[in-house]
């Protein structure tokens, strides 16, 4: 089970971080990525780490912006976003993989996080 949650509605330029729990199975030695939603648009998967050995990956568009991190004691994997612009406006999914943003698993219910 994997659980979203810190989205909300922040200004461009502004910073947020979203969190996704989950459990000790899920966490692992598995890629835990963020794959995001937008309205009209394909979906995107911005960031992924490696739970295993800390080894994370990020989209063009996510590279020097965003930083994907865990902390193994919670079994939980932090997007903290900064410089955000409004196309980063999107419904936010934490999913599981067995390659980087690529292939996925399973899914969480998603948090919204709104730049304007």
């Known amino acids: 089970q994997l659980v979203e949650s810190g989205g909300g509605l922040v200004q461009p330029g502004g910073s947020l971080r979203v969190s996704c729990a989950a459990s000790?199975?899920?966490?692992?030695?598995?890629?835990v990525n963020w794959v995001r939603q937008a309205a009209g648009k394909e979906r995107e998967g911005v960031a992924s780490?490696?739970?295993?050995?800390?080894?994370?990956y990020y989209a063009d568009s996510a590279k020097g912006r965003f930083t994907i991190s865990q902390d193994n004691a919670k079994n939980t994997v932090y997007l903290q976003m900064n410089s955000l612009k409004s196309e980063d406006t999107a419904l936010y999914y934490c999913?599981?993989?067995?390659?980087?943003?690529?292939?996925?698993?399973?899914w969480g219910q998603g948090t919204q996080v709104t730049v304007s």
């Open positions: 780490m490696y739970t295993g050995s800390g080894s994370a």
């Open positions: 000790a199975l899920t966490f692992s030695s598995y890629f």
């Open positions: 999913v599981t993989s067995d390659y980087a943003l690529d292939e996925y698993i399973y």
